[in-house]
C-alpha cells in the first residue's frame, strides 16, 4: 500500500509540473504575410501600333503681285498602323521613358479649289514618325503617363484639272514639327501589355513652289499649307527580360 501511495503522489507531482512549463515555453509566431509587389515596367519592349487619324490644313495660294489668296481649310481622316520601340526606367511609382514611334497613314483628301472650281487639290499625308520622351504614374501594373517631342510627316500636293482628274502639279516634302500626348497601359502578363493613347501634332507651315503652263494658275509660283494632325491608337507592347523580378511595395 505504502508503494502504491508513493507512486500516486509521484504522478499527480509530474502532472502539475508539465502544465507549468507547457506555459512557460514560447509560443511560436506565424511567419508574416508576403510584401506585395508592383509591376516592373522597366526595359526595353517593342510593339505595334493601329487607330485612326484626322489631319487638318489650311491653304493658300502665293500671288506674284498682291496678297495671297486663302483657299480655305480642310480636314482629311483615315486609318494609321505602325510600330513603336523604347525603353522605361521605372523608380518607386514614378515611370521614364523614351520612345520611337512610325506608322503608314492613309490621310487623304481632294477638294473643288475657291480659287477656281474647275480646279482640285488633294492633299495626302503616307507616314508619320514620333520621337517622344515620357514620363508616368505606375499603379501596379496600370500606367497613366504623357509624352511629347518631335514629330515628323510625309505630305504630297496636288493640283488638278476637277473635270478630268489630269495632275497639273505635284510636290512632295517631309515636315517636321511637335507633338504631345497622353495614354494608358495595362500589364496583363510579366512581359505583356496593353493600352491607348492620344497625340496631336503641330507641323507648323510647308511651302511649296511651282511652275506651270496652265491659264488658270498664272499669277501664282506656289501654295502655303499649314497642319495639325490628331491620332488615336490602340497598342501592345512586349517588354524583354524575361521574367524578372518584380518590384517590391515600400511603405
Not at 507531482?13 to 509587389?37: E, H, R
Request: proline share 5%.
Amino acid at each position: 500500500m505504502k508503494k502504491f501511495l508513493v507512486t500516486a503522489a509521484l504522478l499527480l507531482a509530474s502532472g502539475g509540473i508539465a502544465p507549468a512549463l507547457a506555459a512557460d515555453m514560447a509560443v511560436k509566431a506565424p511567419p508574416p504575410p508576403p510584401l506585395p509587389v508592383m509591376y516592373n515596367w522597366s526595359g526595353f519592349y517593342i510593339g505595334a501600333n493601329g487607330g485612326w487619324g484626322d489631319s487638318h490644313n489650311c491653304l493658300n495660294f502665293d500671288a506674284v503681285v498682291g496678297t495671297a489668296f486663302d483657299d480655305g481649310c480642310r480636314n482629311r481622316s483615315g486609318g494609321v498602323v505602325g510600330g513603336q520601340i523604347g525603353y522605361r526606367w521605372q523608380s518607386n511609382q514614378f515611370v521614364f521613358g523614351l520612345e520611337a514611334q512610325g506608322d503608314w497613314a492613309d490621310l487623304s483628301n481632294t477638294r473643288i479649289s475657291l480659287l477656281d472650281p474647275t480646279l482640285s487639290t488633294r492633299v495626302k499625308t503616307d507616314g508619320i514618325g514620333l520621337f517622344t520622351g515620357q514620363l508616368g504614374w505606375a499603379w501596379n501594373a496600370a500606367l497613366l503617363y504623357v509624352k511629347g517631342g518631335a514629330a515628323v510627316a510625309g505630305n504630297k500636293f496636288e493640283i488638278l484639272d476637277t473635270a478630268s482628274g489630269i495632275g497639273l502639279v505635284s510636290a512632295s516634302n517631309t515636315r517636321w514639327g511637335g507633338t504631345l500626348g497622353v495614354g494608358f497601359e495595362y500589364g496583363f502578363a510579366p512581359n505583356w501589355s496593353i493600352g491607348a493613347e492620344y497625340n496631336h501634332l503641330w507641323m507648323g507651315d510647308a511651302n511649296n513652289s511651282f511652275t506651270v503652263v496652265d491659264p488658270r494658275l498664272i499669277g501664282f509660283t506656289g501654295n502655303r499649307i499649314d497642319q495639325d494632325i490628331d491620332m488615336v491608337t490602340l497598342r501592345i507592347n512586349y517588354r524583354f527580360g524575361g521574367y524578372s523580378p518584380p518590384i517590391a511595395a515600400r511603405y
